[in-house]
């Protein structure tokens, strides 16, 4: 079989532990033999991370920016306990954190869809794609406890010297106060990256929020999305045959439920948070959900959804065997190669990532599957794998399959 050549690299970012490993059995196993693969490769390993400064995490990210779509492995995000383990300089940033802050966007997690996996919610036949928003809110709140009586103002003081001043509340005794907020540039590019991804693989879009109740807060998002929408979207989405639909994070809640899935639904960074596990662990498992970051810009970050596999890890450094799923590490790859495909009009690498997911599919369909989806499957009497071994039944599917 000839290889398939590349003509633009993938940024490659490699990482931590149990994926680690994972990530040089499939290059080794599902992408070398069959692409002349061409990657700008960043270690960002912890090691290596420690040994940079983090300068390697900021370099993958500005790589990104210049050639448009990464793959990411798995990382440690240091704690104290890694500050030991690994005898740190710091304690470095979450990567994944320092990378959102150079490229900016939204990150959309899809579950991978299998036969034998089935989702608790039984009309859900298609994938539903959340789409979080990662900037302020809850997440960046300043917080107050309050002891006594007295008044609590929402102040703010303008550079120009104006003021606005609003009481929030008398209190009469002890309670508890909030603030937080957002941007406009922000709730922006999060629309935009939402409409942009929607076109791009052609399903409806759906936001929410609870603008009736948070008459100026929840209330910019939605006219933000509109007028976003009707200025530079609904013309292409009409195109493209897809609707964007606003409506109350409750009735969204309730209609998501009923539906059959096949959509994206954009979240603020709560909710996202919240619903995004919902929609993962409802439809199987973390180890079956895709990832990718996508800028305004139009940069693409593809990851899989869950850790370095820690507990596995420790396992195989002890020379026990382990049975780690590594689809959705192997899908990041398929997403990665496949977009890097459209950009460069390379057919030939869009079919093998088509090919790639199928093996994939196909493998766990006859029966071959890790010990987390042999727990929670309908087949009766799987055979369980381990790691290498489902990398290789999954290469001898994708044989087959390319050579038709
Ligand atoms: P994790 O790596 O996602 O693993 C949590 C548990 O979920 C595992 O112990 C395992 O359960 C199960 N699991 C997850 N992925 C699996 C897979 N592919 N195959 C089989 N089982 C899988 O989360 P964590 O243990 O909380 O975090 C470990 C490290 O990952 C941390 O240092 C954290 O900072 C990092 N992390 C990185 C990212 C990222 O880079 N995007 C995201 C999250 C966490 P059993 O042990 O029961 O088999
Ligand atoms: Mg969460």
Known sequence: ???????????????????????????????????????????????????????????????????????KCATIT????????????????????????????????????????????????????????????VYKNTEMKIEKAGNAYLLYEAEDGT????????????????????????????????????????????FATKDTISKKYDHTFKDIFQDIYEKEYEKLFQEAGITYFYTLIDDAVARIMKSGGGIIWACKN???????????????????????????????????????VQRHYYKHIKGEETSTNSVATIFAWSGALRKRGELDGNRELIRFADKLEESCLATIESGKMTKDLALITSMENPAVLNSGDFIKAVRSKLEVMLGE
């Open 1 to 71: 079989m000839k290889k398939i050549n590349m003509t633009t690299p993938l940024v490659e970012m490699d990482g931590d532990e149990m994926t680690r490993i994972l990530w040089k059995m499939i290059k080794k196993e599902l992408l070398l033999p069959f692409i002349n693969l061409k990657t700008e490769y960043y270690d960002l390993g912890l090691e290596h991370r420690n040994e940079t400064n983090d300068k390697v995490t900021v370099d993958s990210a500005n790589a990104t920016k210049k050639y448009g779509v990464a793959v």
């Open 270 to 308: 709560y909710d996202g948070d919240v619903m995004s596990d919902m929609i993962s662990s409802a439809f199987g498992s973390l180890a079956m959900m895709t990832s990718v970051l996508v800028s305004p810009e139009g940069n693409y970050e593809y990851e899989a959804a869950h850790g370095t």
């Open 163 to 206: 003021c606005e001043k609003q009481l929030i509340h008398t209190f009469r005794g002890a309670g508890v106060l909030q603030g937080m907020h957002n941007l406009e540039t922000s709730i922006e590019s999060f629309a935009r990256s939402c409409f942009k991804y929607a076109l791009d693989v052609k399903q409806d879009l759906w």
């Open 78 to 137: 240091p704690n104290a306990a890694r500050m030991k383990e690994y005898t740190l300089k710091e304690m470095w940033k979450s990567p994944n954190g320092t990378i959102r802050a150079i490229l900016d966007g939204t990150v959309f997690r899809t579950p991978i869809i299998v036969k034998g996996i089935e989702p608790c919610v039984k009309n859900w036949v298609s994938p539903i794609t959340i789409a979080r928003h990662a900037y302020g809110d």
